[in-house]
T-cell receptor, first 115, second 116 residues
């Protein structure tokens, strides 16, 4: 079983829709959670970075972390065609020992927003 | 502020050869992590360097190695290339703090390696 599970999709939505992307994880030591967006043939771009449980909002993006159920979500409001990309969730523990610099990623969800 | 840069962007090698990839982190970042991305396995952690020292290593064979220089630039080397080494190799830089905000990782565009 992978430490971070993510439905690869693909997910197709009309422009303006609310998009919900989800991941589950199994490592209870994860304290930091990230969402990255990756366009084709590009490197991942950091969208959201959260610590522990709770919500974080940045413009049209909202990240939620529920540590009790080991569930992380990213919501995209008023989705645009330019949001079409692969979305990757990741977790990490507090750095130390064998955890320095290591992010554990889900497989990524391919999102297409059509006009 | 300039982002993370990686060179070269594309490489074609044959089996048995070796390859060296380069990564220049964001100015002020002392930590560089390397990842391999393939369609089948996704993004997998290779190793992390901080102040010229390898602090962490993923589950890859010894053919994969790296180093970091005093200016925080990092190189990754793969010896005796195999077909399965074809992948996008990404580096990410961060402040490398033990905990807290400011530990986000910022990725470069990657080097696409094709092994024939």
């Amino acid at each position: 079983q992978k430490e971070v599970e993510q439905d690869p999709g693909p997910l197709s939505v009309p422009e303006g829709a609310i998009v919900s992307l989800n991941c589950t994880y199994s490592n209870s030591a994860f304290q930091y959670f990230m969402w990255y967006r990756q366009y084709s043939r590009k490197g991942p771009e950091l969208l959201m970075y959260t610590y522990s449980s709770g919500n974080k909002e940045d413009g049209r993006f909202t990240a939620q972390v529920d540590k009790s159920s080991k569930y992380i979500s990213l919501f995209i409001r008023d989705s645009q065609p330019s949001d079409s990309a692969t979305y990757l969730c990741a977790g990490s523990v507090i750095a130390g020992g064998t955890s320095y610099g290591k992010l554990t990623f889900g497989q990524g969800t391919i999102l297409t927003v059509h006009p | 502020k300039a982002g993370v840069t990686q060179t070269p962007r594309y490489l074609i090698k044959t089996r048995g050869q070796q390859v060296t990839l380069s990564c220049s982190p964001i100015s002020g970042h002392r930590s560089v992590s390397w990842y391999q991305q393939t369609p089948g396995q996704g993004l997998q952690f290779l190793f992390e360097y901080f102040s010229e020292t390898q602090r962490n290593k993923g589950n890859f064979p010894g053919r994969f190695s790296g180093r970091q220089f005093s200016n925080s630039r990092s190189e990754m080397n793969v010896s005796t290339l195999e077909l399965g080494d074809s992948a996008l190799y990404l580096c990410a830089s961060s402040l490398g703090l033990r905990r807290g905000s400011g530990n986000e990782q910022f990725f470069g565009p990657g080097t696409r390696l094709t092994v024939l």
